[in-house]
């Protein structure tokens, strides 16, 4: 396997990971109002995506993948709503730790990625076509 295609190969692996990301952050953002239903209970949690590099033993080529998807652990705001059926004694109810404005750059910073590792794809490809090209 070629360096071209090793590069190609990474950039792929990237792409993957990034859209999986781009899928956690809407998972977020359609959930920042989802609000426990009992009293007691949690609202929805921000889940967060950790990535890691791994090497394929077989090709030479490092990959991206997710790691793992964790819960954002930051504290829960709460708003005052007694008749809101999961408000506490004093009226208050948890709200999720979602804050849209913080997912809405990381969705923008994924699709950055995104776009950039695509380029490489596509100007590899281009790189490999011409010296295919070249070689007639």
């Not at 030479?60 to 964790?70: D, M, P, R, T, Y």
């Amino acid at each position: 396997m070629d360096d071209l295609q090793k590069s190609a190969l990474t950039a792929l692996s990237g792409m993957n990971a990034q859209a999986e990301r781009l899928r956690v952050i809407s998972e977020n953002l359609a959930n920042a109002d989802s609000l426990a239903q009992t009293p007691g209970g949690l609202p929805y949690r921000r889940k967060v995506v950790t990535f890691k590099d791994v090497l394929n033993q077989s090709t030479g080529v490092e990959k991206v993948e997710i790691n793992h998807i964790l819960p954002d652990m930051s504290k829960f705001q709460r708003r005052y709503d007694p008749h809101y059926p999961s408000a506490d004694r004093n009226g208050y109810v948890l709200v999720p730790n979602v804050n849209p404005l913080v997912e809405l750059m990381d969705m923008k910073e994924a699709q950055r990625s995104y776009q950039a590792n695509l380029d490489v794809v596509s100007t590899s490809r281009s790189m490999l076509q011409q010296t295919v090209q070249l070689l007639r």
